[in-house]
């Protein structure tokens, strides 16, 4: 029997030629609308990325446990290139950095659980050009 769907609700509103918000349960975040750009909100492509990376992070939280996978910190790095015509992110690279002790077959571990059951990444990659790495964080010295 198959798990019934989860769904989502998010509403969006212009508050000026400068900017708009968006609300989802109880959190609200500014968007950057403003044809000019803004440096205190995120473009609707810099969203994109930002749920990328947030699926990313909550696909590691959900899968540590499972896995006992020990970890200190984890950071994830998403970087796209845009075309012009038609407008569309052409290729997305991540770098997901995680400071941890296990070894380098649990790290691939991991990135496979990231890659192959976000649903953020799921619904990204079959459109765009969409590759990346996990890596060890070095120690700062």
Do not use: W
């Amino acid at each position: 029997m198959a798990s019934p769907s989860l769904s989502f609700l998010v509403t969006a509103r212009r508050i000026d030629s400068h900017g708009s918000e968006a609300q989802c349960k109880d959190a609200t975040i500014t968007l950057d609308t403003d044809l000019a750009g803004r440096r205190d909100a995120f473009n609707p492509a810099e969203l994109l990325l930002g749920a990328l990376a947030a699926c990313m992070l909550k696909g590691i939280e959900r899968v540590t446990p499972m896995l006992h996978f020990e970890l200190r910190g984890v950071s994830v790095r998403v970087e796209a290139v845009r075309q012009d015509v038609p407008p569309r992110l052409e290729s997305i690279r991540y770098e997901i950095t995680v400071d941890s002790d296990e070894s380098d077959q649990r790290l691939a571990l991991l990135h496979t659980n990231v890659q192959k059951y976000g649903t953020v990444f799921n619904t990204v990659s079959p459109g765009t050009e969409l590759s990346g790495t996990l890596v060890r964080a070095t120690a700062v010295r």
